[in-house]
């Protein structure tokens, strides 16, 4: 499976799984058809991929709106017991880190106050971003989401964390070049 960082898992590695799983459980494997499961795109991801970057908003912002859009589209599909506790939540957290990020953004931090509100928005996105982490590793164990669909999530978190991380750094040099001034 391929993602924008590069290969997930190789399709030898999945059919090595899956023969692994097989003979721990004493039964058959179908090779091909293994192999063939390997090879199917995630159709979710192939979908959202898509949509198109925004010039005016922050590449961590459009990141976590393609992060929104894949975990309902992954979601949709989940079975019902699950909707009340992991689908909704999941897709509750993807929507409240964009909106603390998209009020982070139209914060100017011109005096400390300011500063504090938009550092406080972006540490807010930050901790949903990570609950949205465990509370999808927890759905994945359930069986709410598939492991391809946890694996996508993981991978678009991280990229999103690393990207608000690197926004709250570089928001706090320019407040101490400010202060040097």
């Not at 999941?90 to 990020?101: E, F, G, V």
């Not at 930050?126 to 999808?136: D, F, Q």
Request: glycine content about 2%.
């Amino acid at each position: 499976m391929k993602n924008e960082v590069g290969m997930i898992n190789t399709v030898a590695d999945r059919v090595a799984a899956d023969e692994a799983h097989a003979t721990a459980h004493d039964r058959k494997l179908n090779r091909e058809v293994s192999r063939q499961k390997a090879e199917t795109e995630d159709a979710e991801w192939k979908r959202i991929s898509k949509i198109p970057e925004s010039s005016s908003d922050l590449i961590v912002i459009t990141k976590v709106k393609k992060l929104g859009a894949y975990v309902i589209a992954a979601t949709e599909k989940s079975p019902a017991k699950y909707r009340g506790v992991f689908v909704n939540r999941m897709q509750n957290y993807c929507l409240d880190a964009l909106q603390d990020m998209l009020n982070a953004n139209f914060i100017r931090p011109a005096d400390a106050e300011n500063r504090r509100l938009r550092a406080q928005y972006q540490t807010d996105a930050l901790i949903k971003l990570k609950m949205l982490a465990y509370v999808a590793m927890v759905a994945q164990n359930a069986g709410c989401i598939l492991l391809r669909q946890y694996k996508q999530i993981s991978l678009q978190i991280g990229e999103t964390v690393n990207l608000l991380s690197a926004w709250k750094k570089s928001d706090e040099e320019k407040w101490k070049r400010t202060q040097e001034v």
